[in-house]
C-alpha cells in the first residue's frame, strides 16, 4: 500500500471530494521554506568547452571519444549575485547571477575502456523577480539546474570536450518562515507493500491434475480404432 495505492481514507494526500472545508479542525504552523517568486529559463547553448577533472580511471590513453555529459545535481551553486530594484515596478528587482553548473561527462579512452571525469558548465542569469523588501530574516537566491549533451568533440591540444548542451535554470528566492495553515490534522499512513516478481503467477493458477475424461475423450473420437 501507499498513499496512492487505492488506500480508502480521507487523511492522506489525494483529490478532494466534496468540500473542501470539512474536516479542517486545527491552524498548524509550519517550518517552511516560502518562495516568493521563481522564474524558468531554457535553452542550447554551444561551444562550451568542458575542462576535465578527477577522470576515473586516473590517467586515461588520449584520445578520448565523447560518449555524454550530464548534470550531476539539480542544484546549482550561485555567485556573482546582485539585487537592482526597479524603481517603476514596485517590488521587482533586475536580478543578475553566476550559476554553476557540476557536470558529469563520460567517455572512452584509446584503448577502448570507459570512462569519466567531472566538469563544470557556467551561466550567467539576468532576469526581473519579485524581492521582498528588507527584514530580519533574509531571503536568499536558490537554483534548480539540469544540463545535458548528447554530443562531443575532443579536443587534441589540451584535453576538452566542446559540445552543444541543453540547459534548463530555475532561479527561486526563497526565505525560511514559520507558516500557518489550515489543517486536517496528522496522515495515516498505510502499510507497505512488498515488491515481488511473482515468478510463479500463472503457474500456481494451473490445475493440480489435468483436466478431461482422459483416454476415454480421445476414443470418442475414434482416434482409438
Given at each position: 500500500?501507499?498513499?496512492?495505492?487505492?488506500?480508502?481514507?480521507?487523511?492522506?494526500?489525494?483529490p478532494?471530494?466534496g468540500?473542501?472545508?470539512?474536516?479542517l479542525?486545527?491552524?498548524v504552523?509550519?517550518?517552511?521554506?516560502?518562495?516568493?517568486?521563481a522564474?524558468?529559463k531554457?535553452?542550447?547553448?554551444?561551444?562550451?568547452?568542458?575542462?576535465?577533472?578527477?577522470?576515473?580511471?586516473?590517467?586515461?590513453?588520449?584520445?578520448?571519444?565523447f560518449?555524454?555529459?550530464?548534470?550531476?545535481?539539480?542544484?546549482g551553486?550561485?555567485?556573482?549575485?546582485?539585487?537592482?530594484r526597479?524603481?517603476?515596478?514596485?517590488?521587482?528587482?533586475?536580478?543578475?547571477?553566476?550559476?554553476?553548473?557540476?557536470?558529469?561527462v563520460?567517455?572512452?579512452d584509446?584503448?577502448?575502456?570507459?570512462?569519466?571525469?567531472g566538469?563544470?558548465?557556467?551561466?550567467?542569469?539576468?532576469v526581473?523577480?519579485?524581492v521582498p523588501?528588507?527584514?530580519?530574516?533574509p531571503?536568499?537566491?536558490?537554483?534548480?539546474?539540469?544540463?545535458v549533451?548528447?554530443?562531443?568533440?575532443?579536443?587534441?591540444?589540451?584535453n576538452?570536450?566542446?559540445v552543444?548542451?541543453?540547459?534548463?535554470v530555475?532561479?527561486?528566492?526563497?526565505?525560511n518562515?514559520?507558516?500557518?495553515?489550515?489543517?486536517?490534522?496528522y496522515?495515516?499512513?498505510?502499510?507497505?507493500?512488498?515488491?515481488?516478481?511473482?515468478?510463479?503467477?500463472?503457474?500456481?493458477?494451473?490445475?493440480?491434475?489435468?483436466?478431461?475424461?482422459?483416454?476415454?475423450?480421445?476414443c470418442?473420437?475414434?482416434c482409438?480404432?
Amino acid at each position: 500500500m501507499s498513499f496512492f495505492s487505492n488506500f480508502q481514507t480521507d487523511k492522506c494526500p489525494g483529490p478532494i471530494n466534496g468540500n473542501p472545508v470539512s474536516g479542517l479542525n486545527e491552524k498548524v504552523c509550519l517550518q517552511a521554506q516560502r518562495v516568493f517568486d521563481a522564474c524558468i529559463k531554457q535553452g542550447q547553448s554551444d561551444g562550451i568547452v568542458l575542462n576535465l577533472t578527477d577522470p576515473v580511471p586516473a590517467a586515461p590513453t588520449y584520445p578520448l571519444t565523447f560518449i555524454s555529459a550530464r548534470s550531476m545535481t539539480s542544484a546549482g551553486t550561485v555567485t556573482a549575485f546582485q539585487v537592482d530594484r526597479l524603481p517603476d515596478r514596485a517590488g521587482c528587482a533586475r536580478v543578475q547571477a553566476t550559476v554553476d553548473i557540476p557536470v558529469e561527462v563520460v567517455y572512452t579512452d584509446a584503448n577502448g575502456t570507459e570512462g569519466k571525469a567531472g566538469a563544470t558548465v557556467t551561466v550567467n542569469e539576468d532576469v526581473i523577480l519579485f524581492v521582498p523588501q528588507p527584514s530580519i530574516m533574509p531571503y536568499e537566491v536558490q537554483c534548480v539546474v539540469s544540463a545535458v549533451a548528447p554530443e562531443g568533440t575532443f579536443n587534441a591540444e589540451n584535453n576538452t570536450f566542446t559540445v552543444n548542451m541543453c540547459i534548463t535554470v530555475i532561479l527561486k528566492i526563497v526565505i525560511n518562515v514559520d507558516l500557518l495553515v489550515p489543517s486536517y490534522g496528522y496522515c495515516v499512513i498505510p502499510p507497505a507493500q512488498e515488491y515481488t516478481q511473482e515468478v510463479c503467477a500463472g503457474f500456481f493458477e494451473l490445475p493440480l491434475y489435468p483436466q478431461g475424461s482422459g483416454g476415454d475423450g480421445c476414443c470418442k473420437n475414434g482416434c482409438c480404432k
